[in-house]
């Protein structure tokens, strides 16, 4: 039976040669995505940007790709004697290997690994009390993090020279990273304190007998580049914490010779040091030794070089060694240093946010698991009960409303499906527009009980509202075109309208093409996190959604509230929460089961979790005056949007610093930890999956796909999210899409029941 309800009627199939004009629905799905390209591009920049922070952070705190080691113990064959022999301050004016000794009861204080926010500036203080200049080692992620110290260690008169941006031992490393180490550490430096430095002190170093055939080649290269290398003539050792009289004693120098002397300003405790300080410089004065930087010692002292004439002592011919290590940083050097500070200081703001937004992530995702697993055991233990009931049994007949938009594929498997039905039905299908020829194939089935209700193409809530109308029962069960119901669904899904206090009821929407393995993904996402989630919320009577795919309804409820609402993009969490607000009860049944056909490729499910996220949010929003409300609403809106906006849009859209934190920490901190650590994570969620299955008697091979859900499909589900949330933020809007099917989800097996007309 056909019941027209426009005078419009499905177009002819187009002529041979001739293009078929797009339907409305497509032309606005082509318009949207036309709109969704600039949002899904500011969302890609987005995570690209916290990428680059959270790189830009660790490079700052590791010595990435850096070897560890130390050299020990290597020939020094190939450097000349008379530096293994000579002064700690190397430098090659005119290409020749030329050592500085420090002048007789001269101390160059030199400090290294700062600046540290708690230890340079207690070193500076002390410094300036006694009127004491100091050369400062520094390391250029902490230049870069610490821009102010620096400044203020300049402008007081101290002398800073490169340590290497990272701290790594350039003894192994390529000639392209002691280049790069280098050259951005000078940026941090034109960044922090608008200059560069002619001064170098390599990690590791000490005196230059100490310089082996490893290190002498950077040494070399780095003098060809104008560099002063600088060692040490004595070590405090403050780095082993010996206390404060030993790195006074270990400090000094004997017999009044002048020393390059080590302290650090950084890298540890440096209690000790701050201690041993104020000591030293005052027992050094005591002894007549005055201070001075490492370009002052330069100043006062003639070089000895391996010179031409077989190890003479050298010269400082034009003096350019004679002048301070300190230049102004101009130009692009300048400009690229303040974007480096700038970024950093980004990168210092951002990640120890987002660290905070771990822990609260972690302690919602944890807490999300826990209730789940409470809540969803007591669920199946209430309902399971013998004495359980809805009341008296439902037995009269339903209306089925099938909303069909080019359903060719899979309408018949739809239609065959219902008529096996246990429980008496009629079937609406009501065809939205189709140009497929859906209507005519529901037709010539010949099903007892369907009726075919045409409609020009306006969408699936205008159809599931017509439908509405056009149904004879007051129970009307909605399912989608592309969904096969089992026999006994029907009989299931409406036995909890016995209860008069229930307007809807939600079903166990179940993904029937589950053998590819996009489609087992979305099979381990329905049984866990939609159909545990379920239970939860039917226990704390606050379901915020049926599901489009089975759904039963009182129809007086679904007039109630309006009908089926065009405001959202997901009108069955609009409904849903219209119910709760009107003062009906939603409640889930999970035996009434319904295989739908999921999304087959990544695109179709972008585009269907998009339109659910972004619906989500309209729907949370446009009711969300209920959390002020009184009775029903007010507990949907006091209990239900709170968990729904957690554990919906809040959590998932934090989720990935969990990923992004393990990769960090992988590459960063600790490969092992942070791996162990991800899997006692994915062990918590197998256990909650598998016990979901269990609840659903599933099979429990699908798990076996979980790890690689874990690493590639929630990452995916993460973006869409994001997206979503950028197009809520810049205030888009999108239609309404039709997915492609095929067709491949049969009905399932089972007793042929009766339809009823």
């Not at 393995?517 to 009577?541: P, S, T």
């Not at 849903?576 to 939603?586: D, K, P, Y």
């Amino acid at each position: 039976m056909t019941t027209p309800t426009t005078p419009s009627t499905p177009p002819n199939p187009p002529a041979r040669g001739r293009r078929r004009a797009p339907s409305r629905m497509e032309r606005a799905a082509g318009r949207a995505a036309a709109l969704q390209r600039p949002r899904v591009l500011l969302a890609l920049l987005l995570l690209l940007a916290l990428t680059c922070v959270m790189l830009l952070d660790g490079y700052l705190r590791a010595e990435v790709g850096g070897d560890q080691r130390v050299r020990t113990g290597a020939p020094a064959g190939d450097v000349p004697h008379e530096v293994l022999d000579g002064g700690p301050i190397l430098s090659f004016p005119g290409g020749q290997a030329t050592t500085v000794s420090v002048p007789d009861k001269t101390i160059v204080l030199t400090f290294d690994d700062g600046p540290d926010p708690t230890w340079t500036p207690q070193v500076l203080e002390i410094l300036e009390r006694y009127d004491v200049p100091g050369t400062f080692f520094l390391v250029g992620s902490m230049v870069s993090r610490h821009p102010g110290i620096v400044r203020d260690m300049v402008e007081q008169g101290n002398e800073v020279g490169v340590h290497t941006f990272t701290h790594v031992d350039l003894s192994y490393q390529s000639q392209a990273r002691v280049t790069r180490e280098i050259e951005q550490t000078q940026l941090a430096l034109a960044g922090a304190a608008g200059i560069t430095t002619t001064l170098f002190r390599a990690p590791y170093s000490s005196q230059t007998d100490a310089i082996d055939n490893y290190s002498w080649p950077v040494y070399e290269s780095l003098g060809e580049d104008g560099y002063t290398s600088v060692f040490v003539d004595t070590d405090s050792d403050d780095w082993k914490r010996p206390g404060v009289s030993k790195i006074v004693e270990w400090a000094t120098p004997e017999d009044g010779e002048g020393a390059s002397v080590l302290f650090h300003d950084a890298g540890g405790e440096r209690s000790q040091t701050i201690k041993a300080l104020p000591k030293y410089i005052e027992k050094m004065k005591a002894k007549g030794y005055t201070f001075t930087t490492v370009s002052g010692a330069m100043a006062d002292q003639q070089p000895t070089g391996a010179g031409p004439a077989g190890g003479a002592p050298g010269t400082t011919g034009s003096g350019d060694s004679l002048q301070a290590a300190h230049h102004a940083a101009t130009g692009a050097t300048l400009y690229e240093g303040k974007a480096l500070v700038a970024a950093v200081a980004v990168a210092e703001w951002t990640v120890p946010a987002l660290s905070v937004g771990l822990v609260i992530v972690g302690v919602a995702v944890m807490g999300r698991f826990a209730m789940m697993l409470v809540l969803a055991r007591r669920h199946h233990r209430q309902r399971n009960r013998r004495r359980f009931s809805w009341g008296p049994p439902v037995t009269g007949p339903v209306s089925v409303i099938v909303p069909a938009y080019n359903e060719k594929e899979c309408i018949e498997a739809t239609l065959r499906s219902l008529a096996r039905s246990t429980h008496p039905i009629e079937i609406v299908v009501v065809d939205d527009g189709s140009t497929d020829g859906t209507a005519e194939i529901a037709e010539s089935l010949g099903l007892p009980g369907v009726r075919v209700v045409r409609q020009a193409n306006a969408g699936k809530p205008a159809a599931l509202n017509n439908g509405v109308r056009h149904a004879r029962y007051d129970i009307v069960v909605m399912m989608d075109g592309d969904t096969v119901f089992e026999p006994d669904t029907v009989r299931h899904l409406v036995q909890p309208l016995a209860d008069p206090s229930v307007g809807a009821v939600a079903g166990n929407a179940k993904v029937g093409n589950r053998r590819t393995l996009i489609g087992a993904w979305q099979h381990i996402e329905y049984v866990m996190g939609f159909n545990l989630d379920r239970r939860m919320y039917d226990l704390l009577r606050c379901m915020p959604t049926i599901p489009g795919a089975i759904g039963a309804f009182r129809r007086e409820a679904v007039l109630q509230v309006g009908g089926m609402s065009h405001d959202t993009l997901a009108e069955d969490t609009d409904i849903t929460i219209a119910l709760h607000r009107a003062g009906w009860r939603v409640v889930y049944e999970e035996h009434a089961r319904a295989w739908t056909e999921a999304p087959g490729s990544l695109g179709q499910l972008w585009s269907q979790r998009y339109r659910w996220s972004y619906g989500t949010m309209q729907a949370l929003w446009k009711h969300r005056r209920c959390l002020t409300d009184k009775g029903p609403s007010g507990r949907f809106g006091r209990v239900g949007m709170p968990l729904v906006v957690l554990f919906q849009v809040v959590t998932p859209v934090f989720a990935p610093l969990i990923d992004v934190f393990t990769v960090y920490s992988m590459v960063f901190v600790d490969f092992r930890a942070a791996l162990l650590a991800w899997l006692a994570v994915l062990a918590v969620q197998l256990v909650c999956a598998a016990y979901a299955f269990r609840l659903d008697r599933e099979r429990y091979r699908y798990l076996l796909m979980m790890p690689l859900q874990q690493l590639a499909y929630r990452q995916m589900m993460y973006l869409v999210l994001i997206h979503s949330c950028v197009t809520a933020l810049t205030g888009g809007r999108l239609r309404w899409q039709k997915l492609k099917r095929t067709g491949e989800v049969g009905a399932p097996a089972g007793t042929t029941g009766t339809g009823t007309g």
